[in-house]
């Protein structure tokens, strides 16, 4: 049967703009979804983070952040592959992780697994929101090392045997790969592994709107909504010059296609305009995948590719990397 999704006729969130402001401190608390050992907040100097990041990742799109489902989140089969990397780092003794971003399924298969986790976040009152209004994908919690920091800039003052990212480096902007890369070789021990799952064109090829909907009413809707089976082709819609988010062509073409009467289940459509509706143009990317694998390998070497069943795996492959 259908697989049962969050509240998609809720109202789509207004994001308000907010800003935050980093300053050196530690403190150590206690937090009623997870034991915070540290709460370390970085200073953040790096000008596309600072300025542009928070118009797109602020409390308000965090409070959102428990309606979506897979792609936006992992499958939990592809948290099975992470979670094989973890054992197999464990048997050797090797239990330092650092995951980027507050993703609760690798926080909570880490803990299941009594592995030591470090959380790196450009802010701690999104890993909070996401920590409180996640509490039924936490099913493992333990404690965890918090680090309120850019990635781009940070210096943690230590090193990982492994280091996750879901849709990382893809949050950032393209511009900005060659210092994320440098950063992860920075932070990683010398047997580290990086593994990222990213959302990757396979081409250039321009998509359209009407074929992706045809693709999932004839293919999957049966097993999967709209926005399980063809988020990626609906994000990756029409990308600028620099490979980055094209929102407005997106929406616009989500539009024409509900006047137009292309939506045969009226759930899809809320459930696609509300996600559109808390992003911001140009605020994500989705390389085509040669090109990452290009850019990627100029840092790291990639030593394997996974993917899973599920119809969106095609565009989200999972990379494991490792120093050179």
């Given at each position: 049967g259908r697989r049962v999704r969050g509240d998609a006729r809720a109202s789509p969130p207004v994001i308000d703009s907010v800003g935050f402001a980093f300053l050196e401190l530690e403190i150590v608390m206690f937090l009623g979804y997870s034991e915070v050992k540290n709460i370390t907040i970085l200073k953040n100097n790096c000008p596309y983070m600072s300025e542009e990041k928070k118009v797109n990742w602020q409390p308000t799109k965090a409070e959102y952040w428990h309606k979506l489902s897979a792609p936006a989140r992992p499958w939990s089969s592809e948290v099975d592959w992470f979670?094989?990397?973890?054992?197999?780092?464990?048997?050797?003794?090797?239990?330092?992780?650092?995951?980027?971003?507050?993703?609760?399924?690798?926080?909570?298969?880490?803990?299941?697994?009594?592995?030591?986790v470090h959380v790196a976040d450009f802010s701690k009152e999104f890993y909070k929101i996401l920590s409180e209004t996640q509490e039924d994908r936490l099913e493992h919690t333990g404690e965890e090392e918090f680090y309120e920091a850019n990635w781009l800039t940070m210096d943690l003052g230590k090193k990982f045997d492994l280091i996750f990212g879901d849709w990382v480096p893809g949050v950032l902007h393209t511009k900005e790969y060659d210092i994320f890369y440098k950063q992860i070789e920075k932070h990683l021990k010398e047997d580290g592994l990086f593994i990222g799952r990213e959302c990757l064109r396979p081409n250039r090829n321009i998509l359209d709107m009407q074929e992706v909907l045809d693709n999932h009413y004839t293919n999957h809707a049966d097993n999967y909504s709209l926005y399980e089976s063809s988020l990626h082709f609906i994000y990756?819609?029409?990308?600028?010059?620099?490979?980055?988010?094209?929102?407005?062509?997106?929406?616009?073409?989500?539009?024409?296609?509900?006047?137009?009467?292309?939506?045969?289940?009226?759930?899809?459509?809320?459930?696609?305009?509300?996600?559109?509706?808390?992003?911001?143009?140009?605020?994500?990317?989705?390389?085509?995948?040669?090109?990452?694998?290009?850019?990627a390998q100029e840092h790291l070497d990639i030593i394997a590719e996974h993917h899973v069943e599920e119809p969106s795996s095609q565009w989200f492959p999972i990379y494991v990397m490792k120093k050179k």
């Open positions: 979670e094989k990397y973890t054992l197999d780092k464990k048997k050797e003794g090797k239990k330092d992780v650092l995951i980027l971003g507050s993703t609760v399924e690798f926080r909570s298969m880490l803990h299941k697994n009594e592995m030591n990756g819609y029409r990308m600028n010059d620099e490979d980055m988010w094209g929102m407005k062509s997106a929406i616009d073409a989500i539009e024409e296609a509900n006047d137009k009467g292309c939506f045969k289940d009226e759930e899809d459509y809320v459930e696609i305009r509300d996600a559109l509706s808390i992003e911001q143009e140009a605020s994500a990317s989705i390389m085509v995948k040669e090109d990452f694998e290009n850019k």
